[in-house]
């Protein structure tokens, strides 16, 4: 291992065995799972690469905060220490603790968007525009061209464009903006981070027509570390000035916990504005739960809260992307085509290039990431036409131009020698990958289709 990769800067402490499971077996729980990798058992996945969502292993302090948990059913000091941390890290007045994510999202789109609404953003994330769309918004997609060109290699591919954001205001009006939603980093993407520069700069242009900036924050704390590495003026801040700036653009933000926060469950909503704090502590109770819990017990809000600062140390945050791209340097020895720079949270196989003689009506991200179960018992998640789901007006499929399979990787769970066995994994597929054949859809759930979508091979 060379230099540029850092060790793991955590000593492991309790471990968990892992399966080991024969080809045979594997084809057998794969149909089981109709070819999708969202059904398989976690206990017959070898090294499991689907999320890093709630996938973290927690640290010593976070399990001890656990026992001080405090289960009042209002008031909780876990509450009170949550929100003095979000406050002191994220910078906003308000908070709203929910169960994970997509709690604040629907919070988020029912308080704010009303039929007929447009909600600009830089690259649609799948139950962030479910929620949109449910709530009557038209999402509309604001990020730079590069975001969807898995080779260009653009440092803050994440960004906004704001000529099309301008555009759209022109057309439509400020006033038929919900808001715009700014996703640091963009998942879909790759994990590509936005600039500082880009951040201020849809603020200040979002002022000027009087629309709301909220930011879906999940990983935002990767975002701080690559604005940390690539952007001038900022090599020499910590990642928590960084955090804090880049918030302060935004009028409040979404946050599943269960990635940046270091959690297994939790999330929250944030704002400055008083009213709509107000208004999101009314609705909290119908969903989630007291505005002081929010679907929370009070050790997992005490979790949270310490992980909130576990997660802006530089050396956690240096290694998570080391991870990253030593297992893009392993892929990209090989010759497998993956996406161009690679993020903070995972390595995306580009499988449109991967399996080329496949259409986009076979599932090629589909079809990669089942036979690389069959190939090592290695567990990840499709991220193309499947995901991107349908047109809610034709009904037809939204057909991304990015067509991938993502090798996620867990937060403080795998070593570089798990990561150096998926890169093998993915070579020896690459070298038969001719042999592979599509896959078609046998069952289509109405909503978040690849969640539990059904497949069976071609041929
Ligand atoms: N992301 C992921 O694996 C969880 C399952 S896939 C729907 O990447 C962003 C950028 C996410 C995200 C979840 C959510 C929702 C919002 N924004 O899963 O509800 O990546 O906590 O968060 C997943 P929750």
Redesign the pocket.
């Known amino acids: 291992m060379t230099q540029s990769y850092v060790a793991e800067p955590y000593k492991i402490k309790v471990v968990e065995p892992i399966a080991v499971t024969t080809r045979q077996q594997r084809e057998q729980y794969l149909k089981e799972a109709g070819y999708n990798t969202f059904l398989l058992r976690s206990e017959h996945c070898t090294i499991d690469l689907?999320?890093?969502?709630?996938t973290t292993a927690m640290s010593d302090n976070q399990w001890a905060g656990m026992m001080l948990g405090d289960e009042a059913y209002a008031g909780s000091r876990n509450f009170t220490h949550l929100q003095q941390t979000v406050r002191q890290y994220y910078g906003f007045r308000h908070v709203v603790p929910t169960h994970?994510?997509?709690?604040a999202?629907n919070l988020l789109s029912q308080l704010c968007i009303e039929p007929g609404d447009f909600v600009p953003g830089n690259m649609y994330?799948?139950?962030?525009r479910a929620h949109q769309e449910l709530n009557g918004g038209t999402f509309v997609d604001i990020i730079i061209d590069e975001a969807h060109d898995s080779q260009a290699e653009h440092p803050f591919k994440g960004n906004v464009e704001l000529a099309k954001l301008e555009r759209l205001i022109a057309e439509v009006g400020a006033e038929r903006i919900a808001y715009v939603c700014v996703?640091v980093t963009v998942?879909l993407a790759g994990g590509q981070p936005v600039s500082m520069a880009n951040l201020r700069a849809v603020k200040e242009l979002c002022g000027r027509h009087g629309i709301a900036v909220m930011f879906?924050a999940?990983?935002c704390v990767e975002n701080a570390y690559f604005i940390k590495e690539r952007e001038v003026g900022f090599a020499d801040k910590s990642i928590a000035d960084i955090l804090r700036e880049m918030m302060s653009y935004a009028d409040g933000c979404?946050m599943?916990?269960?990635?940046d926060c270091l959690v297994n469950i939790g999330?929250f909503l944030c704002m400055n504005d008083d009213e709509l704090y107000q208004r999101a502590s009314e609705l909290v109770v119908l969903y989630e739960g007291m505005p002081s819990y929010g679907g929370l017990a009070g050790r997992d809000m005490e979790a949270m809260a310490r992980g909130i600062v576990e997660s802006v140390d530089y050396n956690y945050i240096h290694h998570r992307v080391s991870q990253c791209r030593f297992l893009a340097d392993r892929l990209t020895e090989a010759g497998v085509p993956i996406v161009k720079p690679v993020g903070g949270h995972a390595v995306f196989l580009d499988a449109r290039t991967f399996l080329e003689h496949l259409s986009q009506d076979e599932y090629p991200a589909q079809t990669l990431a089942a036979q690389l179960y069959l190939e090592a018992g290695v567990r990840s998640?499709e991220r193309g036409i499947v995901s991107a789901g349908r047109n809610k007006e034709t009904g037809d499929h939204h057909r991304p131009k990015l067509e991938l399979v993502?090798l996620?990787i867990p937060r403080r769970v795998y070593t570089y020698a798990h990561l150096e066995a998926v890169a093998q994994a993915c070579s020896a597929l690459y070298r038969r990958r001719q042999e592979i054949r599509g896959l078609k859809m046998v069952y289509e759930p109405k909503l978040?289709r690849f969640?539990t979508a059904r497949f069976e091979p071609l041929g």
């Not at 994330?125 to 962030?128: A, C, L, Q």
């Not at 599943?256 to 990635?259: A, L, V």
């Open positions: 689907l999320t890093d969502s709630g994970q994510g997509r709690g999202e994330f799948t139950t962030t996703a998942n879906d999940t990983r979404t599943s916990g269960k990635k999330g998640m993502r996620t978040l969640f």
